[in-house]
């Protein structure tokens, strides 16, 4: 019994080490692990009473994906497993999920056919009731496209009741090149009284209007608001309607580019060339006039990495509002790298950590240096690593969702699900802290997950 003791107590003080130190004061948040051994959690979408949906597609998409019900996020426990709703592919995994109302609009990957599906599914009256689908979209891609993930984020339509925008992304076709105008991505829908169709262009974001006030959803628009993107995963509305939305940067130099201030003709130990970059559409230019240019692949923030200065390439593209570059601090270079989803920060948080939206990054070097937490402030415009990279306790950060009090995250590798809040102890305390949770909290929510 007493090395279950020790491995508890030693386990909740690494626990205590999630955050970075270095850069954030830890002992003003406190951390839970919702769940562990998730089979590759994506998304996560916190509910109003409290409970909590993750996304898991175990066996990388090719077995049965299924939405987990946690019924309360802050206490461990076992998971009620919501019956799969009826369409979800066997051969795909989820990815993301907007709430729209009563409906939720599912993403998938597929991992075999090429077409990508966003389900709107009706949950039922419990969480561990069979879920509806309602009507089905339908993304076919044509052959070797490269970036064809669904992102996901929905908002009332403004002034029209039973309305949604879905704001979708239409990947680049290849990493470093603008997607022939040619290569198109049909757009087709089943179950919906106004059946879409249309062709969408690569290296773009759309936004699809669903009423859902009818019997049936009908599909009354689809406007490209967004042009000159790589790679969209995470994208969130603001509590003002400013859209935010982060893209993976591009992989290598593109044709005819050139590494700004420097004699290099490549990226140093094999980095991008260009920094991820968090961009912002205001809630007055989203969907109004011609969609807003972000730049790919011709104008970008170089990646300042082994002597390569972070200099403007090209001109003419919406800037973004922050670029994640390299951190040197006293344990070494630090790179965040892959953004994936995007959450507001929680406004309970402590004040330089409750105004600006927390990005995760799935990083992807063997072994991977790159995963971990951003911050971006509102109030300072910087970006802070809030969980640094070539931290052992993350591996893969995919799922980023909040509240007005918490923060939750999802390790895809590991299947940990964690939750962070606001904790406010006595200055200097962060050791006490950590082993009153080992000793008491740790100990505690360990026999109820047993």
Avoid at 244 to 258: E, H, R
Avoid at 325 to 343: K, R, S, Y
Wanted: include cysteine.
């Amino acid at each position: 019994m007493r090395y279950l003791l020790l491995a508890v107590f030693f386990a909740e003080i690494a626990r205590c080490g999630l955050i970075n130190a270095d850069a954030v004061n830890a002992s003003m948040f406190s951390v839970t692990t919702v769940e562990s051994g998730v089979g590759l959690p994506t998304d996560l979408l916190p509910l109003s009473s409290g409970g909590l949906w993750v996304n898991s597609s175990p066996g990388y998409g090719y077995t049965q994906s299924q939405m987990l019900y946690f019924p309360t996020p802050n206490t461990v426990g076992a998971p009620v497993y919501a019956p799969t709703y009826a369409g979800n592919p066997t051969n795909g995994m989820l990815t993301g999920t907007a709430a729209m109302g009563n409906n939720l609009a599912v993403g998938t990957f597929q991992t075999a056919d090429g077409v990508n599906t966003i389900n709107i599914v009706q949950p039922g009256a419990t969480p561990a009731s069979p879920m509806t689908t309602v009507a089905t979209l339908q993304m076919t891609y044509p052959s070797a496209w490269e970036h064809n993930t669904v992102g996901l984020a929905a908002r009332p339509t403004p002034g029209v009741s039973g309305s949604y925008d879905l704001i979708v992304n239409v990947g680049a076709e290849g990493d470093n090149t603008a997607t022939p105008a040619g290569d198109m991505v049909t757009l087709t829908g089943t179950g919906f009284a106004a059946t879409p169709s249309a062709s969408l262009h690569g290296d773009s974001l759309y936004m699809i209007r669903i009423n859902t006030a009818g019997p049936q959803p009908a599909v009354t628009n689809v406007q490209q608001v967004a042009t000159g993107i790589r790679n969209v995963y995470g994208m969130t509305f603001a509590p003002n309607g400013d859209f935010y939305f982060a893209d993976n940067a591009i992989d290598q130099i593109p044709p005819g580019g050139a590494l700004v201030g420097t004699a290099l003709t490549s990226m140093p130990d094999g980095e991008p060339p260009q920094a991820d970059e968090l961009n912002k559409i205001s809630a007055s230019q989203l969907g109004v006039g011609a969609p807003l240019n972000f730049g790919y692949p011709t104008c970008y923030t170089q990646y300042a990495y082994g002597g390569v200065p972070g200099a403007q390439v090209g001109s003419g593209c919406v800037q973004p509002v922050a670029v994640f570059q390299p951190v040197t601090n006293g344990t070494g270079t630090h790179e965040l790298e892959g953004p994936t989803d995007i959450a507001m920060a929680p406004t309970s948080f402590p004040a330089g950590f409750n105004n600006g939206i927390f990005i995760g990054f799935a990083g992807g070097e063997t072994p991977n240096d790159e995963a971990g937490l951003a911050y971006y402030s509102f109030d300072t415009g910087s970006v802070t690593q809030f969980i640094q990279s070539e931290n052992p306790m993350v591996t893969n950060i995919i799922g980023v969702s909040s509240t007005s009090n918490a923060l939750f995250l999802s390790d895809f590798v590991s299947g940990n699900v964690f939750e962070i809040q606001s904790a406010v102890p006595e200055p200097g305390s962060r050791w006490l802290v950590c082993l009153g949770v080992a000793l008491f909290g740790g100990l505690g929510l360990r026999k109820a997950h047993r």
